[in-house]
């Protein structure tokens, strides 16, 4: 197994012998009996680099959860050292804002842990944990969770109505009804959330623009196209003090992003610390993991 990674890692079997400590020739033998065994061909070797088929892709992943799982048993067998691969995901939202200072952080608690990020939209992420490919998932409240899996919200975050500096929201929603609004137009739990409450609140807003990302959207405002809505995440650049902002909803509305985990998870305790480190990072915004 570790043969195939190296050799999808370092190109050739040549290159993959000096890797694993064998011969090209040993390597050569290793992938021809792998091959034999589970009866399929991995590598297309008529091809220079030696290219994966589409059996062999399968094989591939097959590796890295095997490789990953033995690692972590041999990390568990160890007593109380925290060692192995943490499988994270995220969604693009105020969460990456956060995830990386946090990984620092897990870091220097547990220096033989190894962290890997993967970024994605919510559906495929919640599919990824609840089959065990990501030990945890970083979500934002979602509808539906399967019961298998526990979410725990570390952040409770404002949303604001956002303008140009010097522009008048005192009465918000006449700012909404006649100011230009950049829409924040995605498949995101964020795009439905502030849709239906311009709708609660009967706002007749004028789009002057569709953007799929929160960043762009306060790029754009900045720049006086518009008014808009976005979470407090999101204000934390020195040039957003010119921006004029005010609560959205009232009460304000706020939005939950939390952690997806499986309900009976062998890391739950390094889960645990990750919330803990991300609710500290929220700051006032941040919430305690619920018990249990």
Sequence with gaps: MKT?????AHGT?????????LTPSAVSQQIQALEAELGVRIFERTSRPPKLTSEGMQVLEMAEDIL???EDTKASLGGDRVAGMLMLGSVRSSALNLLPRAI????RDYPELRTNLRVSLSAPLIADVAAGRLDAAVVA???GFPSSLRWSPFLRE???????KGTDLSDPMKALNTLPYVRFRSAVPLANLIDTELSRMGADVNDIAELDTVGSIVTCVRQALGISVVPHAALQHPDDDDLTKA???????KRHIGIIERAVSPRAGIIARLHEVLAGLSE???MPRPAG
């Design 141 to 143: 409240e979602h509808v």
């Design 68 to 70: 990953r799982i033995a």
């Design 104 to 107: 620092v952080r897990m870091n």
């Design 158 to 164: 404002p949303l604001w109505l956002i303008a140009p």
């Design 13 to 21: 079997f040549a290159n993959a012998a000096d890797v694993v400590g």
């Design 247 to 253: 609560p959205f909803g009232d009460p304000q509305i």
């Design 284 to 286: 006032e915004h941040g």
């Design 4 to 8: 195939v990674l190296a050799i999808r």
